[in-house]
């Protein structure tokens, strides 16, 4: 059976608009940190600070887009609005030579924006399954809403450094990442040594570089300007997703309704003896989310300096398979064959065609490895970025089975519950980077990037681990709220689950503060996992309650 069997005709466009919506915000999320740094030379502590500010307006916005929803009664204008809006900001931060303050005008365009769509299209697809034969597919519906979120995320990490690395081409330099910072550190007069930025400058430039200064300028500006070119692929593809919406919006036309008598504006008033325990119900899972926000977009910002710090400067042939966008697709071509080869029930032709895409895939990934430098392929940090959403696609269709299979002899976990063991995995992932760390000079004592030289697999395995985390909550816990939500405030308590996204990424900051002043690497990541262990312990605790009310 398909895994879009029997749903309506409104989650292909919540996903495909959605899809496109995604792949230019996480082609921005790739690279904002690192394009802050290089652009302004901000440090890691600062950086963060606009980081953490900037994911916290996103979400804590989505409260006001929400508020705006719920009072118009039209969830589908308030979204077209949210795309228009985000596209002009995404066209602000695409153009070249702006200063800071011009940069974080367009952020804050992109956020307001961001709040008037992500939360109102949540709240849409989960009205799309009110409607009695579609409730018992609403778990399944966000999990697939979720992949389509990841399928445009996974390609953005590779458009942006793609269109990063071919406008440094085209100025006649090469990619490294160390040299953004080297540079800026040689303007400020902090480099007391120039002889690894001499080193790097002439490799890059495939020629002696006479004047570092008129180089380190150069460099910057290249570099700062093809962040600039993929902000503009990012706005290209907001284009796209409101093409898409408003085309087919009309599919989604019976969800956006309200089932109750008033109009107007939101009520607050004589709730019921019900709502009340719901909306208590909503916020315990809100204050237990901010502990797994907090931790999980650690992603865009130290997991990203340990990436470009401490991973190893260049990938094997073999490594370099991931890492290459060509050979990562022929791969995954070759695994999705094999799957239909041993999937139950797969007829001759379904096998046939899963030899095919088995061998094919197969034996053009081998080739392109043979087309790799065998001293190693320099690995773009940005590019850790593409693990999660590619694990995502792959994970989220194993992950329903399993479900599926607990459902088929009544032991599926409640929607709680895997909150619940959602955190629990969380501190594990985290445990595992503990683990990785515990030898690691800190970040205040690296004298150069990549002097440790650590595997890559090491982030790979803990983006693996918080992906299944991720499966287990994010798409859980937005069923969980369309699901207990009171039908007045179904867009403002989507929007109370962002506002709590909006908190955990407020306190992203503390991430990037430890990092600047902590004396051991590993101390930083026992911090996420004790973190993500408590609040745990604080939803099992509560369990009984959430799963009365979720069955109510």
Known sequence: ?????????????????????????????????????????????????????????????????????????????????????????????????????????????????????????????????????????????????????????????????????????????????????????????????????????????????????????????????????????????????MVIFLVFQKHMAYADKYNVAEKGKVSFKGFTKNEKQRIKALLLVFIVVIFFWMSFHQNGLTLMYFARDYVAKNASPFTNIFFNLKSLLTFIAAIFGVVLLIKKGSKGLTRLIGAGMFLVGGGLTYYLTTTFDPAGTPIAPELFEAFNPVLIVFLTPVVLAFFAYLNKRNAEPSTPRKIGIGMIITAVAFGVMLVGSISLVAPKGLLTASEQGVSPYLLIGTYFLLTIAELFLSPMGLSFVSKVAPDRLKGLMQGGWLGATAVGNKLLFIGSSLWSWIDELWYLWAFFAICCLISAIIIFSKMKFLEEVTKE
Request: glycine share 12%; charged share 15%.
């Open 1 to 241: 059976m398909s895994l879009l069997s029997g749903h309506p005709k409104g989650l292909y466009v919540a996903f495909f608009a959605n899809m496109g919506e995604r792949f230019g915000f996480y082609t921005m999320m790739a690279i904002l940190v690192l394009f802050l740094q290089a652009k302004f030379g901000l440090t890691e502590d600062g950086a963060g600070e606009v980081y953490s500010y900037f994911y916290f307006a996103i979400y804590i916005l989505a409260l006001v887009g929400g508020f705006i929803a719920d009072s118009l009664r039209n969830f589908r204008k308030t979204i077209a609005i949210g795309i228009a809006v985000m596209t002009i900001g995404y066209v602000l931060m695409a153009v070249p030579g702006l200063t800071l303050p011009f940069v974080i005008a367009g952020l804050l365009i992109i956020a307001f924006g961001n709040g008037l769509f992500k939360g109102n299209i949540q709240a849409l697809v989960g009205k799309l399954y009110d409607k009695p034969e579609f409730e018992h597919l609403r778990d399944s519906a966000f999990s697939i809403f979720y992949m389509g979120i990841n399928v445009g995320a996974f390609f953005a990490p590779f458009a942006a450094v793609g269109i990063r690395d071919w406008f440094l081409e085209s100025q006649g330099f090469g990619y490294d990442k160390e040299l953004p910072g080297l540079c800026h550190k040689f303007l400020d007069g902090l480099l007391p040594n120039s002889g690894t930025l001499q080193t790097l400058a002439d490799k890059v430039s495939g020629a002696s570089v006479g004047d570092l200064t008129v180089f380190a300028n150069q460099y910057i500006e290249a570099f700062g300007t093809g962040y600039n070119l993929a902000f503009a692929i990012a706005a290209a593809a907001m284009v796209v997703s």
